[in-house]
T-cell receptor, first 117, second 113 residues
Framework: GAVVSQHPSRVICKSGTSVKIECRSLDFQATTMFWYRQFPKQSLMLMATSNEGSKATYEQGVEKDKFLINHASLTLSTLTVTSAHPEDSSFYIC?????????????FGEGSRLTVL | GQQLNQSPQSMFIQEGEDVSMNCTSSSIFNTWLWYKQDPGEGPVLLIALYKAGELTSNGRLTAQFGITRKDSFLNISASIPSDVGIYFCAGQLANTNAGKSTFGDGTTLTVKP
């Protein structure tokens, strides 16, 4: 089956620093990837849609300058949390849709837990 | 935006019992998806539904796409301890960026051995 890998799985950083999270589709190409944020015991909140070769589409209320998304290739999207603060601490998850899929099936990464001190 | 109402919010059952959970929406969806999420991990796709009325099974799991296209249910038969986790439904609209999904709030399942 389709595999999506996220890295790092856990990261702890100091307030004010920037953190980059990678999302890779390992055995398929993905023109579209999605980034979510999940708080404890809550559902997944879509942050943005990452499109290969073009700018990401952000959901209402998500600061594009705060959460930088780059989708430079068909197998890699990155999310950079800039000038992170404690309130940015969360579980960030990506998902990817296979390039040639005729379905809406998404495959998720393992998630990245960010803790900002 | 679209909202999905998923119920129940949590379930505590005995091993061997059957489980049923459902999602309803005020919007018509083209696709319904069911995922399971284990603690600290990403969701894993269980079943995907594409046609109204469709009934699909995956082992002990069965899911149906409601006739009205506004609801879906997931059944788990003969539950086992490894069924523990959070189950999410997700709906996708027609004519949207394929894959963009609205998620339910999840059903947390606890199975007592």
């Amino acid at each position: 089956g389709a595999v999506v890998s996220q890295h790092p799985s856990r990261v702890i950083c100091k307030s004010g620093t920037s953190v980059k999270i990678e999302c890779r589709s390992l055995d398929f190409q993905a023109t579209t990837m999605f980034w979510y944020r999940q708080f404890p015991k809550q559902s997944l909140m879509l942050m943005a849609t990452s499109n290969e070769g073009s700018k990401a589409t952000y959901e209402q209320g998500v600061e594009k300058d705060k959460f930088l998304i780059n989708h430079a290739s068909l197998t890699l999207s990155t999310l950079t949390v800039t000038s992170a603060h404690p309130e940015d601490s969360s579980f960030y998850i990506c998902s990817a849709r296979p390039f040639k899929a005729n379905t809406g099936e998404l495959f998720f990464g393992e998630g990245s837990r960010l803790t900002v001190l | 935006g679209q909202q999905l109402n998923q119920s129940p919010q949590s379930m505590f059952i005995q091993e061997g019992e059957d489980v049923s959970m459902n999602c309803t929406s005020s919007s018509i969806f083209n696709t319904w998806l069911w995922y399971k999420q284990d603690p600290g991990e990403g969701p894993v796709l269980l079943i995907a539904l594409y046609k109204a009325g469709e009934l699909t099974s995956n082992g002990r799991l069965t899911a149906q796409f409601g006739i009205t296209r506004k609801d879906s249910f997931l059944n788990i038969s003969a539950s086992i301890p490894s069924d523990v986790g959070i189950y999410f439904c997700a709906g996708q609209l027609a004519n949207t960026n394929a894959g963009k999904s609205t998620f339910g709030d999840g059903t947390t399942l606890t199975v007592k051995p």
